[in-house]
């Protein structure tokens, strides 16, 4: 065998549904030197980290933490450790990533209703009530952004109906968390988890979770054993709380990442992050006009991060992505599902939120379309 030479990633724009560009404090707190996962001064980092994610989830959740894995790890998570066989649970299915949830739940032994919208629509409050008039879930879970097709689920009301009927709410953040509120204790939320490549300008390698003590209190009281020894919170909390006894590995450079990467976020502010992120989406919708080109998503709950642009009759979807990286750089994601052709996906996340970058691509679109 001929052994390659070393990987020379090109710099590309990465304006796609996710990972999206790494803040470059967040590549220097990479190059760090390696300490023990069990070493003091790690620990006093993961200590930070924790106190920075419930500042980011806006919580008081003591069990909030990164899990070592990427946004589905978070996703198994909450589920295995929520959801027992034979248990009922509701999913708002309206993309990619509620049929996710939906299967992650069946292959815990739970009996699934589905409540389903069409992609692009976001999951009516109403819809969640009709189901739970038909049955008593433990847990109603909801997509707040869906990557898929570029719809926020508003949480509120969806939260007082679930709650009125007894059942925990989980929600999916990956796209979220970052780049718009996501307010987990004024929202009355018991399981949440994100990602950290897309709004908290971080790789991908972690899933910052959070329950709420009834949602900790359901998980203690489990009659079957948690069927993944790797997420099974009871263990995952003697290792991230006081008693620090040993479960796996830390991935120790991604908690060097998140480290820096919820610090950016915390000195930016919330607010002025989440400002940040709307006003790009602005800018970008106001350029798409110009092009003549719109927005798939439901109007009144387009998110800012994620754009799904319509693909205009005769354009050569693939083709129109195939240059833009090739000749300009960008990549962007392509539709899933029933949007697959329809739209492109264009993502303006954490450090990939500014106006020259919203510009490159609109400048770049202007290019390939006049050919
Ligand atoms: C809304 C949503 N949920 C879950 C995931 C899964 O995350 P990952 O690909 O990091 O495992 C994604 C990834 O794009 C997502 O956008």
Redesign the pocket.
């Known amino acids: 065998m001929q052994i390659p030479s070393a990987f020379e990633p090109p710099q590309r724009l990465l304006m796609g ?2 990972p999206s560009n790494v803040a470059p404090s967040v590549y220097q707190a990479m190059a760090r030197t390696l300490v023990g996962h069990l070493d003091p001064t790690f620990i006093k980092m993961m200590e930070e980290i924790k106190e920075m994610l419930r500042a980011v989830f806006q919580t008081q959740n003591a069990m909030t933490f990164p899990v070592s894995g ?3 790890a978070g ?1 198994e998570f909450c589920f295995v450790n929520l959801l027992e066989p034979g248990d009922e649970a509701i999913i708002g299915v309206n993309g990619a ?1 509620g049929a996710r949830m939906a299967d992650v739940a069946a292959r815990c032994g739970a009996n699934v209703t589905k409540v389903e919208a069409e992609w692009g629509r976001i999951i009516e409050p109403s819809q969640i009530a009709d189901a739970l008039k038909k049955t008593r879930p433990k847990l109603v879970a909801i ?1 707040h ?3 898929s097709t570029g719809a926020l689920t508003p949480i509120e009301e969806l939260s007082r109906i679930t709650h009125e009927a007894g059942a925990l709410l989980l929600i ?1 953040t ?2 979220s968390l970052g780049g718009c509120p996501v307010k987990v204790d004024e929202w009355n939320v018991d399981a949440v988890y994100s ?1 950290t ?1 897309k709004c908290l300008s971080c790789p ?1 390698g972690l899933a910052p979770v959070s329950l709420s003590p009834r949602a900790m209190d359901v998980a203690a009281k489990r009659k079957s054993k948690v069927q993944s020894w790797y997420l099974d919170v009871n263990l995952l909390s003697s290792y991230w709380g006081e008693e620090r006894v040993y479960h796996h590995t830390a991935p120790i450079t991604m908690n060097y990442a998140i480290h820096e990467g919820l610090r950016l976020a915390l000195t930016e502010g919330l607010e002025n992050r989440w400002n940040r992120h709307r006003q790009n989406h602005e800018l970008l919708k106001a350029g798409l006009t110009e092009l003549g080109l719109g927005i798939a998503s439901q109007k009144g709950h387009q998110l800012w991060q994620l754009n799904a642009v319509t693909v205009p009759n005769g354009a050569d979807e693939a083709g129109v992505r195939k240059r833009l990286l090739s000749e300009f750089n960008i990549e962007v994601g392509a539709g899933l599902g029933p949007l697959k052709g329809k739209v492109w996906r264009v993502g303006l996340m954490g450090e990939t939120s500014n106006p020259r970058n919203v510009e490159a691509f609109l400048g770049a679109m202007k290019q390939i379309l006049k050919k």
Do not use: K, L, R
């Open positions: 549904p996710g990427t946004g589905s996703m990533f997509v952004a869906e990557t999916d990956v796209t990602g490549q991908p």
